[in-house]
């Protein structure tokens, strides 16, 4: 006699969970490449430049900060979570026991773990590039603000826990029912559309004029809002069973 043990939905995820996060790791792999190369291309302007001078005095600005670093990585886990549903990684998943809402729950968890550590790749990288321009140059510097605050650190992580969300929803959707797919078709069709037509009517200044710790919190929960969305389509898209 043959007896099937019910294995509960988080037993799957946590294995599912250890499973992808081993397994993908190349995936942060690529991003400490990525950054490194960034890093010595923009090493000898930074993020942007400015020059004074008087008689016998001349003094150069430079500007070296996360932002470009962010949008970076940024793009990478954007890129990262949609290769998250692509074919290739799904049938990763036959190693373990799993379904589409299991594994959708556990690349939303890989890629929150993975964004932690792609902000300490990120701030790593930025200290390797001033350290070691300080190393090579034989010019004189005078370093400003050269710790992050808490808050800069908590933007980071909000901003690509968000750029993960949407990939891993617009990898979903596309996966997902007939229906999903023209919905998510049209809804970024007319974006486009929009965007094109009225680029002068959407105005960000005023959110970036906000307070570092309220954006990530608006990021936070329009991520939480994309990761639940992202674990509805799957569990629609489970095949029926009687």
């Not at 793009?75 to 549903?85: Q, S």
């Not at 680029?199 to 004029?209: A, C, F, H, T």
Request: proline share 2%.
């Amino acid at each position: 006699m043959q007896s099937l043990t019910n294995i509960s939905l988080k037993t799957i995820v946590i294995k599912q969970v250890k499973w992808k996060a081993k397994l993908y790791i190349s995936a942060l792999s690529s991003l400490v490449i990525v950054q490194i190369i960034f890093g010595i291309l923009t090493s000898s302007s930074g993020s942007g430049s400015s020059g004074h001078g008087g008689g016998n005095l001349n003094v150069h600005f430079y500007n070296y900060s996360l932002d470009t670093f962010l949008i970076v990585t940024a793009i990478w886990a954007f890129v990262v979570a949609l290769l998250f549903t692509t074919k290739a990684y799904r049938i990763d998943d036959l190693s373990v026991i799993s379904s589409r809402t299991s594994s959708a729950i556990a690349n939303i968890f890989v890629m929150i773990i993975y964004s932690f550590i792609a902000v300490i790749i990120m701030v790593s990288t930025y200290y390797l590039q001033v350290f070691g321009i300080l190393l090579v140059e034989k010019k004189s510097f005078l370093i400003e603000d050269l710790y992050f605050s808490p808050s800069i650190l908590l933007l980071c992580f909000s901003s690509l826990c968000l750029f993960g969300a949407i990939g891993l929803l617009l990898g979903t959707s596309f996966k997902g029912p007939v229906v999903i797919k023209i919905f998510v078709s049209t809804f970024l069709l007319f974006s486009f559309i929009y965007i094109f037509m009225a680029p002068n009517s959407i105005n960000i200044g005023s959110l970036m004029m906000l307070p570092n710790l309220m954006i990530s919190v608006l990021y936070l929960l329009m991520a939480l809002l994309c990761f639940s969305l992202t674990i509805w389509i799957a569990d629609k898209s489970e095949v029926t069973r009687k």
